[in-house]
């Protein structure tokens, strides 16, 4: 998403008939009441509702949503639908369906959690280049999460223009990162986990757990392997999740990735190497912190840093 508070700070000026200045101004005396235990974005909800400004029935752009909403309505083109998983949490079986819509301004993913909603993925009733309506939507870790509250379904409008298919990165400090921002940072790697093992489904990659997917039943499980780094951009430090082909970016083969013993020895090379990281935010409520989740690595490029630099 783009800098998506500059946006509904702007949208609210509009609605109110008041200066961006102002709006900020009461944004800042919000947070100040709450003794800064709310974000900006947050702040900028309250000082609306507070206006008379209802942005829960007001429909926005996909660049235009901001993370803690919790009645946002969106129209989408659909780019991606991901396999329906299933899962069991607390002793209770249920489901799960992704997908991502986009539209002229950025992309989003889509988290269905409701079971009519998911059975419309799997009855195909909505496909890739279907364009929805989603109303009544959550916004968490820059995802829209819809309940059994919510609602999507196929609209008529037509989408003609060109619509955002990339993924949006944007560069910033992490002192700066919110939960929910899809960031692309220069740091520098301070510290190196061992790495975590589990295995998966050869059939479907869902995980296996003793020797059992919950699809195809008993499995001979491949190996897969999870990474816990810690990244210093300068401005601040955030522990990080890296999976699969990331690990093989950061610099790790596989054939150390599962010896612990030539990890232990890859691992004192990989100290203090600076790299860019592209990735999300996401807030961990297992341990109430942030963590970044990996989705590239690329090499510093010294001729595209001196053009960043020169801009």
Not at 6 to 20: F, G, M, Y
Not at 146 to 159: A, Q
Not at 171 to 191: F, M
Not at 235 to 256: D, H, Q
Request: charged residues 30%.
């Amino acid at each position: 998403m783009v800098e998506n508070y500059e946006r509904l700070i702007e949208k609210i000026s509009k609605a109110a008939n008041l200066s961006v200045e102002d709006i900020e101004r009461k944004v800042e005396a919000k947070k100040a009441k709450l003794s800064g235990l709310i974000s900006k974005e947050g702040a900028a909800q309250i000082v609306a509702a507070e206006l008379g400004i209802n942005l829960d029935k007001e429909r926005m752009k996909i660049s235009e949503i901001v993370n803690g909403m919790r009645k946002a309505n969106v129209i989408g083109k659909v780019i991606e639908i991901f396999p329906v998983r299933s899962y069991n949490k607390n002793g209770r079986d249920g489901k799960v369906a992704n997908l991502r819509i986009a539209d002229e301004s950025g992309n989003i993913r889509v988290v269905l959690w409701d079971t009519n909603h998911i059975g419309l993925i799997e009855r195909n009733e909505i496909n890739i280049n279907d364009v929805v309506e989603i109303s009544n939507a959550g916004v968490r870790n820059g995802e829209l999460h819809l309940s059994g509250f919510s609602d999507i379904k196929k609209s008529n409008e037509i989408m003609s223009g060109e619509i955002v298919r990339e993924k949006i990165f944007l560069t910033k400090k992490l002192s700066d990162a919110r939960v929910g921002d899809s960031l692309k940072i220069r740091a520098v790697i301070v510290q190196v986990f061992e790495p975590r093992y589990f295995e998966v489904c050869p059939e479907c990659r869902k995980r296996v757990i003793d020797g059992e997917c919950k699809i195809h039943g008993k499995v001979s499980g491949m190996k897969r392997a999870l990474l816990n780094l810690v990244l210093d951009d300068g401005s601040g430090t955030i522990r990080c999740v890296a999976f699969g082909e990331v690990i093989n970016k950061i610099g790790i083969s596989e054939e150390e990735i599962f010896s612990l013993e030539k990890f232990e020895e890859r691992k004192k090379n990989l100290l203090g190497e600076e790299m860019i990281f592209f990735g999300n935010i996401k807030s961990n409520s297992l341990y109430g912190t942030n963590e970044f989740n990996v989705e590239n690595v690329e090499e510093i490029n010294a001729e595209s840093l001196i053009k960043e630099m020169e801009k």
